[in-house]
Nanobody, 122 residues
Framework: QVQLVESGGGLVQPGGSLRLSCAASGSFFSVNVMGWYRQAPGKERELAAIISSGGTTRYADSVKGRFTISRDNAKNTVYLQMNSLKREDTAVYYC????????????????WGQGTQVTVSS
């Protein structure tokens, strides 16, 4: 079993900051890419930021310069520091991990967290 446990969501005023955390636990061989996706009401889920095991990052254009993704490989944990938050950042944020359960697996598998609500409002 693999679990992704998220924390850090909440209500914040425009211009404020939040930090999301997501820890992968359970039985697996390696974690490749970890990241955050978000889904606003009435919209499709979209990528916010992802980071490889080697530290290569990718951001949605809408969050570049405001969000920073990082990870602790020893703890299988990914973080998303969100600064200068805007109302349009309001969404459910989902943690994602692409990992191999067993060393012999020829492919990676996607796992998702349960989601954490981020609301930006005055």
């Amino acid at each position: 079993q693999v679990q992704l446990v998220e924390s850090g969501g909440g209500l914040v005023q425009p211009g404020g900051s939040l930090r999301l955390s997501c820890a992968a636990s359970g039985s697996f061989f390696s974690v490749n890419v970890m990241g955050w996706y978000r889904q606003a009401p009435g919209k499709e889920r979209e990528l916010a930021a992802i980071i490889s095991s080697g530290g290569t990052t990718r951001y949605a254009d809408s969050v570049k310069g405001r969000f920073t993704i990082s990870r602790d490989n020893a703890k299988n944990t990914v973080y998303l520091q969100m600064n200068s938050l805007k109302r349009e950042d309001t969404a459910v944020y989902y943690c994602n991990a692409v990992l191999k359960r067993y060393v012999s697996d020829p492919y990676n598998v996607d796992y998702w967290g349960q989601g954490t609500q981020v609301t930006v409002s005055s």
